[in-house]
């Protein structure tokens, strides 16, 4: 199974500054037809999670563009160009490469 | 839009059964595959199961294998999961989730496994 790795696993933040957070996995997450199957899920307090970001840069409809994906084989990392107070949470990566099992990490949850 | 909302959740004792029900708008729910994930409480996301389109390949997590079963409703656009033996480990959230890369998610059905 691939085991994905975040960090930090507490991130405080400034609002207003720029926050950053890792993920990585066990093994590569290049599928066979070449695509990057990395996504970023968002779980606001008392929410459910809330996709981000598909296929390590892809922003989800309605994500607003602060939000940025980038990474590539097992590296990769989720940016807040401006954090904003509704953006803490736990963020939660997920490969969707090597299924079954579709695996998270931890969580890096964003606190003020 | 695409909803999914979730229901069946409740209190149950160690042992006993219950079966979940995730319901599904604004989609067409016979082309995706669909998925179960849980959150214990005060814990991450934890893949439990995902059923395919026709719902002839099914998966689990190896915690919930010869318990859980997920079967779906293509008529009903509806997903199920049937869970038995359950174990105070099974204590979660609930959630259904759209597609291989869990595009959406419903608001989640809490499940309490307690004497």
């Known amino acids: 199974d691939v085991v994905m790795t975040q960090s930090p696993l507490s991130l405080p933040v400034t609002l207003g500054q720029p926050a950053s957070m890792s993920c990585r996995s066990s093994?590569?997450?290049?599928?066979?037809?070449?695509?990057?199957?990395l996504n970023w899920f968002q779980q606001r307090p008392g929410q459910s999670p809330r996709r981000l970001i598909y296929?390590?840069?892809n922003r989800d409809s309605g994500v607003p563009d602060r939000f940025s994906g980038s990474g590539s084989g097992t590296d990769f990392t989720l940016n807040i160009s401006r954090v904003e107070a509704e953006d803490v949470g736990v963020y939660y990566c997920m490969q969707a490469t090597h299924w079954p099992p579709w695996t998270f990490g931890q969580g890096t949850k964003v606190e003020i | 839009e695409v909803h999914l909302v979730e229901s069946g959740g409740g209190l149950v004792q160690p042992g006993g059964s219950l079966r979940l029900s995730c319901a599904a708008s604004?989609?067409?729910?016979?082309?995706?595959?669909m998925n179960w994930v849980r959150q214990a409480p005060g814990k991450g996301l934890e893949w439990v199961a995902s059923?395919?389109?026709?719902?002839?390949?099914?998966y689990y997590v190896d915690s919930v294998e010869g318990r859980f079963t997920v079967s779906r409703d293509n008529a009903k656009k509806s997903l199920y999961l049937h869970m038995n033996s359950l174990r105070a480990e099974d204590t979660a959230v609930y959630y259904c989730?759209?597609?291989?890369?869990?595009?959406?998610w419903g608001r989640g059905t809490t499940v309490t496994v307690s004497s």
């Open positions: 093994q590569s997450l290049v599928y066979s037809d070449g695509n990057t199957y």
């Open positions: 296929k390590v840069s």
């Open positions: 989730g759209k597609g291989i890369h869990m595009g959406v």
């Open positions: 604004g989609f067409t729910f016979s082309n995706h595959l």
């Open positions: 059923i395919k389109q026709d719902g002839t390949e099914k």
